[in-house]
């Protein structure tokens, strides 16, 4: 389920994506830094929005440099990081841990699991500093293995199950976490749904599991998923506008309004353009 929470950077003004770009690259040295060369392998974009996020609501001192790196060896970049940028470092390697681990599970894929045995110590050493995270982590995985196990065709449990998980995560035992809390969780119900639309034909032809196959079954097409995906995104929305932010704001409603459609845009035109008579997903 990563790869959703991007920026659309077709609408960013110049000094957006720098600065965008640049809280990437922090995020990449502090993988590199703290689990090495496979914690950098982890990296996502979609922590760049966790450590946004934390910023904007704490706006706590920020390291800026410029600097080189393996993938830019001569001419230096911009990155920055703060006191967030460690935090969704780690939260990055234990989510991938379990996402190399759940594929090789689910597909028995060899890549998944070399990957999810290279990343076991970091995700210890994660699990030490962060516990209550990762225990609810693991939880609420446990959870959504049961529903899945059951063959629930329970939307609103499956969903729930991930988007209790990405709740805790935006929670850093902060101030502000009784807002960050419910705004995390309807991001994540809202990417586990985009998640399940993207993957139900794959799933459908494959036998795995999806909770919306009864849906589908029952008549509901492109359209009417659509509508279900833009409701959620809607009440993760409503969490995101009380957020008391004003750094980065632009930036922020960016990713959450129209980089996190993205992937699945691009999905449904390749659909339509190779059946342009039929509803695609």
């Known amino acids: 389920m990563f790869g959703y929470i991007i920026a ?20 990449c040295a502090a993988l590199k830094r703290r689990h090495g060369f496979f914690g950098r392998v982890a990296l996502t974009y979609d922590m760049t929005f966790l450590v946004l996020l934390l910023t904007a609501m ?12 393996v993938l830019h060896p001569i001419r230096k970049h911009f990155s ?15 989510l991938a841990y379990h996402n190399c681990r759940d594929d090789f599970e689910d597909d028995g894929s060899v890549v998944g699991f070399w990957e999810s045995e290279f990343l076991t110590k970091q995700y210890q050493e994660v699990s ?13 995985l446990s959870d959504l293995a049961a529903v899945e196990k059951e063959n629930a065709q329970a939307p609103d449990a499956a969903a729930g199950c991930f ?14 976490d009784r807002l960050l809390r419910p705004f995390g969780e309807a991001l994540g119900r809202f990417i586990y749904l985009m998640d399940a639309v993207m993957d ?10 999806n909770p919306l196959k009864s849906l589908h079954a029952s008549g509901y097409d492109a359209e009417a998923f659509h509508t279900v ?9 409503d969490a995101f506008e009380r957020l008391p932010l004003l750094q980065d704001l632009d930036l922020l409603r960016n990713i ?25 997903l």
């Open 256 to 280: 959450l309004y129209s980089g996190v459609w993205q992937r699945y845009e691009i999905a449904r035109a390749k659909e339509n353009r190779r059946n342009p008579d039929e509803g695609s």
């Open 163 to 176: 988007g209790r998980l990405m709740g805790e995560l935006f929670c850093v035992d902060r101030e502000f």
């Open 80 to 94: 920055w990081e703060s006191d967030f940028t460690d935090y969704a470092a780690d939260m990055n390697v234990a």
């Open 58 to 69: 704490y706006e706590p001192e920020e390291e800026k440099r410029m600097e080189t790196c």
């Open 8 to 27: 659309n950077q077709k609408l960013l003004e110049e000094k957006q994506k720098a600065r965008y770009k640049g809280c990437y690259c922090g995020l």
């Open 229 to 237: 995906l833009t409701a959620q995104l809607g009440a993760a929305a």
């Open 200 to 209: 139900l034909k794959d799933d459908e032809k494959k036998d795995h599991y």
């Open 128 to 140: 030490k500093l962060w516990p209550r995270q990762c225990e609810a982590i693991e939880r609420c």
